[in-house]
Nanobody, 125 residues
Framework: QVQLVESGGGLVQAGGSLRLSCAAS????????GGWFRQAPGKEREFVAG????????YYADSVKGRFTISRDNAKNTLHLQMNSLKVEDTAVYYC??????????????????WGQGTQVTVSS
C-alpha cells in the first residue's frame, strides 16, 4: 500500500505564497496520476489540481488557474503544489492523492486510490 505524507501548510497573509509537498512511501509509486484536493469546514472535498503521468500534463480547477502550479519529481517520488496570490477563500485542509496512470482526466476524489493525511492552509486578510 502506498502512503502519502504531506508538509508545507501554515498561516499566510492574503496575497502571499505557500508550497505544499507530498512524499510517497510503501509502494513503487512510479507510474501514477497525482492530484491535490481541499476541504473547507462544512464543505465537500473539491478538486484543486491534477497532473498526468503521460507527458506530466497539468490541469486545474478554474478557481486556482493562474495562481497555483502542480508539479512532480519522479526521481524523488514527490508531488508539489505552489500556491501564489493566496485568497481568504483558499483556506481549507489540503490533501494530496494518487491513482494508477490512465488516459482519463478526473476531478472526482472517488477515483483516487491513495490519500495523504491533510495539511491545514489558513489565509488571513
Amino acid at each position: 500500500q502506498v502512503q502519502l505524507v504531506e508538509s508545507g501548510g501554515g498561516l499566510v497573509q492574503a496575497g502571499g505564497s505557500l508550497r505544499l509537498s507530498c512524499a510517497a512511501s510503501g509502494g513503487t509509486f512510479s507510474s501514477y496520476d497525482g492530484g491535490w484536493f481541499r476541504q473547507a469546514p462544512g464543505k465537500e472535498r473539491e478538486f484543486v489540481a491534477g497532473i498526468k503521468w503521460i507527458g506530466e500534463r497539468p490541469y486545474y480547477a478554474d478557481s486556482v488557474k493562474g495562481r497555483f502550479t502542480i508539479s512532480r519529481d519522479n526521481a524523488k517520488n514527490t508531488l508539489h503544489l505552489q500556491m501564489n496570490s493566496l485568497k481568504v477563500e483558499d483556506t481549507a485542509v489540503y490533501y494530496c492523492a494518487s491513482r494508477a496512470a490512465s488516459w482519463i482526466t478526473t476531478r472526482n476524489p472517488a477515483e483516487y486510490s491513495y490519500w495523504g493525511q491533510g495539511t491545514q492552509v489558513t489565509v488571513s486578510s
